[in-house]
């Protein structure tokens, strides 16, 4: 069956440290990868998503995110965490040319001054 | 440029009333997705629509539950006679195209308390 796991389900780092975010998927075939945010009492912002070609991702608010087809993981890095980045950070596997998304259970991001 | 609209934010509900969770999709768009976040747990599909048809309604409770997406209007969730279990985020998503091939934008969900 498909499914997404995040395993870290709250990670906390200081203001400015690097930050790498976790996510595998079971999928038989190359599955479209999203990252979501969210921020509390917020909906769900597109972070950055991968199709297909380069592996390597570059998303807004300076994430990026790397595809490794041999490991199955879409983890989501970004080099400084500013104190803004505090949220709940969604992974989601949407299996090609299907529109039912399949979320992680989600890694909430505390970021300490 | 406005995204996905759902109102109302929050809802509160006894048990055995009605729910009602609006969404209008971003301009341009006319597929509609609605997912259940429960507490603890990713989103979870529940249906697509489009205008006026529902195209897969697989991930939606079989009883009390039905969805809408009619020709002038947002698309409506709708619960009968809520149960506690039924207290969750709804999240409503819109996209252009459709059918796996674009990306879904999400609005800023209805938390639905079933006192």
């Known amino acids: 069956a498909q499914s997404v796991t995040q395993p870290d389900i709250h990670i906390t780092v200081s203001e400015g440290a690097s930050l790498e975010l976790r996510c595998n998927y079971s999928?038989?075939?190359?599955?479209?990868l999203f990252w979501y945010v969210q921020s509390p009492g917020q909906g769900l912002q597109l972070l950055l998503k991968?199709?297909?070609?380069?592996?390597l991702v570059q998303g807004i608010k300076g994430f990026e995110a790397e595809f490794k087809r041999s490991q199955s993981s879409f983890n989501l890095r970004k080099p400084s965490v500013h104190w803004s980045d505090a949220a709940e950070y969604f992974c989601a596997v949407g299996p090609s040319g299907t529109y039912k998304y399949i979320f992680g259970t989600g890694t909430r991001l505390k970021v300490l001054a | 440029n406005a995204g996905v609209m759902q109102n109302p934010r929050h809802l509160v509900r006894r048990r055995g009333q009605e729910a009602r969770l609006r969404c209008s999709p971003m301009k341009g768009h006319s597929h509609v997705y609605w997912y259940r976040q429960l507490p603890e747990e990713g989103l979870k599909f529940m249906v697509y629509?489009?205008?006026?048809?529902?195209?897969?309604e697989s991930g939606m409770p079989k009883e009390r539950f039905s969805a809408e997406f009619p020709k002038e209007g947002p698309s409506i969730l709708r619960i009968q006679q809520v149960v506690r279990g039924d207290s969750a985020a709804y999240f409503c998503?819109?996209?252009?195209?459709?059918?796996?091939?674009?990306?879904?934008?999400f609005g800023p969900g209805t938390r639905l308390t079933v006192l």
């Open positions: 991968y199709f297909s070609g380069d592996t």
């Open positions: 998503a819109s996209s252009p195209e459709g059918l796996g091939l674009d990306t879904q934008y």
């Open positions: 999928y038989g075939a190359t599955p479209y």
């Open positions: 629509l489009q205008k006026e048809n529902i195209i897969d």
